[in-house]
Structures are given as C-alpha cells and as structure tokens.
C-alpha cells in the first residue's frame, strides 16, 4: 500500500501549558508514518516530562545542549541535518523573541539557528503576551524571515481569560504540517467539491440514502487545499468533523445540494464531483408520519437533477472530474458515463471495496486513456488526483 510521504520532523517544546497538546501531536504524527526527535527546552520539562514524548516517540528527547548525545559533541548541527522540518509547538513568548533575535542560548534555540530546513512555528500564551507589542514585532520578524506561523486561536485560555494566543489543536498542526510538503500545483484556482450522500426524505423521520461515507470527497478537499487551492466543500451528511481548511456548506438532499453547487459556481475553475447523489426522490414527501398500514405502500419516485451534467453544460463549464462507483465492468461503465455526462475526467472505484472505508484504489479515465492508482489511504490518492488534474489544465 502507497504510504504518506514519510518525513522526520523535529518538534521543539517550550514552556506553556500547551505542551500537553504537543504530546498529542506526537502521537499523531507517529501514526501518520512520520519520524519525530523531540528536542525540549528546560522550561517545557516542568509542564509535561521528557519520559511522555519519549515513549510516544520512542526515541530518546533531547533537552541540553551539553549532554553529549551527538557523537562528535555537535549535537545542533547533527540534529538539524537530519530533520526535514523544524516545528516548535508550543512556541512560548520567550522563545519567538529567541528566534527573532538569532539567540542561541540553549540546544532548541540553537539548533533553530543551526539549522538548513523549514522551520515552522506555533505560539501558545496568554492574551496580554500575544497582544503586547514586542511579541507582534518578533512575530513580524519571523514573517520576514521566511518562518511558517501556524497562527493562534481565540478562545478560552488556561489563564481563565479569552482571547488571542490559544494554541491550534494537534490535528489541525498535522494537516497544516503536511500541507507545507505538497506541490502548490493548484495555486490560484477555486476548487469546489461535493461529498457524501444525500438524504431524500419519504416523511419527517425516514429516508432514501446511501453508504457513501464522505471520505474521499474530504480528502479531496484537502488535497486541493494543500495545493494551494480556495476550496468551498458542498457536503451531504455524513459523520465525518468538517474540514477547518476548506468553506463548507452542509446540505442534505440533492436538490438542497444543486441549489448550493449553483449559487457557488460562478467563480470556480475546477469542479470536483464527489457526492453520491441519489438517483431519485420520494414524488411527494409526506408532512406527517405515515401510519403503518395492512398492505405495503408503494414509493412513487421522481428523477433528480444529474447536478455534474448540469454544470458541465454551463456555457463556460469548470474543469469538471466525476465520480463512479461501479461493481462491475467498473472502467467500461466509467468511460460510458464520462462520455455522457461530456466531462473530461472521470474517476472510477469498485464501489464495494470503496464506500465507508479509509483506502480504496482508483482508475482515472480521460477521453483516450486510463491510469490505474493502486489501492491506499484516500488522502494518498486524493493527492495524486489532484496532481493529475493539474497536469490535465
Ligand atoms: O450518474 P451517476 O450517478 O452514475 O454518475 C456519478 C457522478 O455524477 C458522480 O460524480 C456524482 O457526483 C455525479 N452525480 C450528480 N448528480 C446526480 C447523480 C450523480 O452530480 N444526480
């Protein structure tokens, strides 16, 4: 199976109560392949203890500059040679006046300076201390160095106030972390996707919906989102937290769904057909519970819009990719429906090995080719449709 790009990551802890949230990214980035050396300052090792991060690292962490880990007694140079990537989470006041300075006072601090990779920064503290002055002129500072500032939220503070400076959660530093490795190869477009299922009501608490789970059109999102793109994600329901990096809209039938795909149109390049939207709804939803009857009812259905076939008939359409999901004669059924539906790309999965799970394997099929995209995670293939639609533009 395709892995995500592993990368080697340096995570710098300074002291903040949001140290405890950088064991939590430890562990994330652990689990998404990643390889981290946990490198903390003295300050850190009052908040969370060394003996943490070491066994969610499982390596030993690094906190003196005059421990002698590294063979030749140069451990920030050693250290810093072998990182893809330098984050510091959290980033204390202090410690972005260090940086900005070119202090090197301490082996985080030096190997900042030491170092020939990115460097990424995400500040944790206190309202006053984010607002004050100082901080906003080394925050500057970093800016024009070239350093990457994962900013702050507002919200409540461990200090009981609220406001600037609370430290972005674990999860959303990972996808910020690995979006710094993504080819911008979609700078500049606007990416709409759609996801999930949608929900046809029969009455006030029943439906027609669908095992799609929203996994790939999510992804997706983010993959164009990390190549740069502006993305708006027009999803059905699905269970799934919406994405922090993409505007998204949450629909629930289809004709909900057409409503805000057109109304969001006009400005967008690349339309990327996710959903599975329901073929066909209930003629006339009833406004009241239906009572259980001693003969079966019969369901009158009505066809839904085809909203992909509507928006490639636009006069100027998007660059528009659909999705198939087949359970057999999968390429030959995809290519028909690419043809009809008059789009450019279409990309098929078996939809049994597919729907609701986090891998699948993908055909991308174009008018006089088709590329196999062997079985992985659906973020792994997300990113390579995405290299692909670019290099189709
Ligand atoms: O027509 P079919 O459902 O087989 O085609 C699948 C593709 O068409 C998907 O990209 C899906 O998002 C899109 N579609 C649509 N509106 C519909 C049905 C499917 O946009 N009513």
């Given at each position: 199976m395709t892995q995500i790009n592993s990368?080697?990551?340096?995570?710098?802890?300074?002291?903040?109560?949001?140290a405890y949230k950088a064991a939590e990214l430890?562990?994330?980035?652990?689990?998404?392949?990643?390889e981290v050396q946990v490198v903390m300052t003295e300050a850190a090792t009052h908040f969370v203890g060394p003996a943490t991060f070491q066994?969610?690292?499982?390596?030993?962490?690094?906190?003196?500059l005059w421990d002698g880990d590294a063979g030749n007694g140069m451990a920030h140079i050693e250290v810093s040679r072998a990182s893809d990537i330098i984050l510091i989470s959290p980033a204390s006041a202090n410690f972005i006046a260090k940086l900005a300075h070119g202090l090197a006072d301490d082996l985080l601090s030096t190997l900042c300076l030491a170092r020939a990779c990115p460097l990424a920064v995400a500040p944790a503290m206190n309202k006053q201390m984010w607002d004050n002055p100082a901080t906003q002129r080394n925050l500057a500072q970093l800016r024009l160095d070239g350093v990457t500032l994962f900013e702050p939220?507002?919200?409540?503070?461990?200090?009981?106030e609220v406001g600037m400076g609370r430290m972005q959660e674990a999860a959303a530093l990972l996808i910020e972390l690995e979006a710094l490795f993504q080819p911008k190869c979609l700078a500049g477009q606007r990416v709409m996707v759609t996801a999930g299922p949608t929900y046809e009501a029969i009455d006030p608490v029943r439906g027609i919906t669908n095992l799609s789970s929203g996994k790939m059109g999510y992804a997706l999102a983010r993959?164009?989102?990390?190549?740069?793109?502006?993305?708006?994600?027009?999803?059905?329901?699905?269970?799934?937290?919406?994405?922090?990096?993409?505007?998204?809209?949450?629909?629930?039938?289809?004709?909900?769904?057409?409503?805000?795909?057109?109304?969001?149109?006009?400005?967008?390049?690349?339309?990327?057909?996710?959903?599975?939207?329901?073929?066909?709804r209930v003629a006339q939803t009833a406004e009241q519970k239906l009572k259980k009857t001693e003969t079966a009812p019969t369901l009158l259905l009505t066809p839904n819009p085809d909203i992909l076939a509507q928006v490639a008939a636009r006069p100027k359409p998007p660059f528009c990719v659909g999705f198939a999901a087949e359970t057999e004669n999968i390429a030959a059924h995809a290519q028909t429906k690419r043809q009809h539906k008059n789009i450019p790309l279409i990309v098929a999965n078996r939809?049994?090995?597919?729907?609701?799970?986090?891998?699948?394997?993908?055909i991308l099929i174009d008018f006089n080719a088709s590329k196999l995209l062997p079985r992985a995670q659906k973020l792994v293939l997300a990113r390579q449709v995405i290299a692909h639609i670019s290099e189709m533009l």
């Amino acid at each position: 199976m395709t892995q995500i790009n592993s990368k080697r990551i340096l995570l710098g802890v300074t002291g903040g109560i949001a140290a405890y949230k950088a064991a939590e990214l430890t562990r994330l980035l652990v689990k998404a392949g990643h390889e981290v050396q946990v490198v903390m300052t003295e300050a850190a090792t009052h908040f969370v203890g060394p003996a943490t991060f070491q066994a969610l690292s499982g390596k030993p962490v690094l906190t003196r500059l005059w421990d002698g880990d590294a063979g030749n007694g140069m451990a920030h140079i050693e250290v810093s040679r072998a990182s893809d990537i330098i984050l510091i989470s959290p980033a204390s006041a202090n410690f972005i006046a260090k940086l900005a300075h070119g202090l090197a006072d301490d082996l985080l601090s030096t190997l900042c300076l030491a170092r020939a990779c990115p460097l990424a920064v995400a500040p944790a503290m206190n309202k006053q201390m984010w607002d004050n002055p100082a901080t906003q002129r080394n925050l500057a500072q970093l800016r024009l160095d070239g350093v990457t500032l994962f900013e702050p939220a507002s919200g409540a503070q461990a200090c009981g106030e609220v406001g600037m400076g609370r430290m972005q959660e674990a999860a959303a530093l990972l996808i910020e972390l690995e979006a710094l490795f993504q080819p911008k190869c979609l700078a500049g477009q606007r990416v709409m996707v759609t996801a999930g299922p949608t929900y046809e009501a029969i009455d006030p608490v029943r439906g027609i919906t669908n095992l799609s789970s929203g996994k790939m059109g999510y992804a997706l999102a983010r993959a164009a989102w990390e190549a740069g793109a502006d993305v708006v994600l027009i999803t059905g329901p699905t269970a799934l937290a919406l994405p922090p990096h993409a505007r998204a809209i949450q629909v629930s039938s289809a004709e909900e769904m057409q409503a805000a795909v057109m109304r969001e149109i006009e400005p967008i390049s690349i339309f990327i057909s996710v959903a599975a939207v329901a073929d066909y709804r209930v003629a006339q939803t009833a406004e009241q519970k239906l009572k259980k009857t001693e003969t079966a009812p019969t369901l009158l259905l009505t066809p839904n819009p085809d909203i992909l076939a509507q928006v490639a008939a636009r006069p100027k359409p998007p660059f528009c990719v659909g999705f198939a999901a087949e359970t057999e004669n999968i390429a030959a059924h995809a290519q028909t429906k690419r043809q009809h539906k008059n789009i450019p790309l279409i990309v098929a999965n078996r939809a049994q090995n597919a729907l609701g799970q986090d891998e699948s394997e993908l055909i991308l099929i174009d008018f006089n080719a088709s590329k196999l995209l062997p079985r992985a995670q659906k973020l792994v293939l997300a990113r390579q449709v995405i290299a692909h639609i670019s290099e189709m533009l």
